[in-house]
């Protein structure tokens, strides 16, 4: 019966795009579309077909999720470490607040001529720019999580004397790692976000890159295939990351639901 109905759910979800491209090839037919712009579903399919027969397509996937996994990893690794010891710690939460709530809304697109200068072009820089854009959203997701944990437990913490690296590992990380977990699935997305951003401005490789180039070149089959491939990798991202929320975190899923 749960299968039945996720077929059911699928096939309507599917509805509108597969309606809107039927539309476009009818339009694109009907009007005999030849434009530098613009591209038919039928010429997309064909580019995309083309790229990744020739491995363009998929050298440049794998160049966009190195660096997108590798930033997403020390900006969530960093963020959170320090969001938690920001909880645990009014000290230093009063000393850095002023600091984080600086630098916070900076806009991470607005560091790449500064890493740039400091890395050059490549993948250093790229995974760099990643990580400090994941870094403050980290660093608050953690800090409020940490904050939320019952009392209770904070207070047994305090009659058995735990040391910090003790509450840690037995307090602490076991009530938030759901929470974790959520901000990490935030991040992953918009890794791939600012993964592609830097790749169009700055880093001659990956997804991006191969977007700039077939816009440079007036080729806007593949310039969409290249879009719609990336979705398609966000999707299929989040739902590997919902799968393992559903197997680590079942209860946690549920509380969403609600």
């Known amino acids: 019966m749960r299968a039945a109905g996720l077929l059911k759910n699928s096939w309507r979800a599917a509805l509108l795009p597969v309606t809107l491209i039927v539309l476009a090839q009818v339009a694109a037919t009907v009007t005999q579309l030849e434009s530098d712009t613009l591209a038919s579903p039928f010429d997309i399919a064909r580019a995309f077909v083309s790229?990744?027969?020739?491995?363009?397509?998929?050298?440049?996937?794998?160049?966009t999720l190195k660096a997108a996994a590798a930033g997403c990893i020390l900006g969530v690794g960093a963020g959170s470490l320090l969001g938690i010891v920001l909880g645990l710690s009014r000290l230093a939460d009063d000393a850095l607040d002023l600091t984080i709530e600086l630098l916070r809304p900076v806009p991470v697109v607005a560091l790449i001529p500064v890493v740039m200068m400091l890395l050059g072009f490549g993948t250093e820089m790229e995974i760099v720019i990643i990580a400090l854009g994941?870094?403050?959203?980290?660093?608050?997701?953690?800090?409020?999580?940490?904050?939320?944990?019952?009392?209770?437990?904070?207070?047994?913490?305090d009659v058995l004397q735990l040391g910090f690296l003790a509450r840690l590992t037995k307090i602490?990380?076991?009530?938030?790692l759901p929470q974790l977990f959520m901000s990490?699935?935030?991040?992953?997305?918009?890794?791939?976000?600012?993964?592609?951003?830097?790749?169009?401005?700055?880093?001659?490789?990956?997804?991006?890159?191969?977007i700039m180039m077939a816009q440079q070149a007036l080729r806007p089959a593949e310039m969409?295939?290249?879009l719609i491939w990336i979705g398609a990798i966000g999707w299929l991202i989040s739902l590997?990351?919902?799968s393992v929320q559903r197997a680590f975190f079942p209860v946690f899923v549920k509380g969403e639901g609600r």
């Open 224 to 226: 969409f295939a290249y």
């Open 51 to 63: 790229i990744m027969a020739d491995g363009s397509l998929l050298g440049a996937t794998l160049d």
């Open 184 to 210: 990490l699935k935030l991040a992953a997305g918009y890794a791939l976000v600012v993964a592609v951003t830097v790749e169009i401005t700055a880093n001659p490789r990956g997804l991006g890159y191969g």
């Open 240 to 242: 590997l990351l919902n």
């Open 134 to 157: 994941l870094l403050w959203p980290s660093v608050v997701l953690a800090r409020a999580a940490v904050k939320e944990v019952e009392p209770r437990l904070m207070e047994v913490s």
């Open 172 to 176: 602490v990380l076991p009530a938030i």
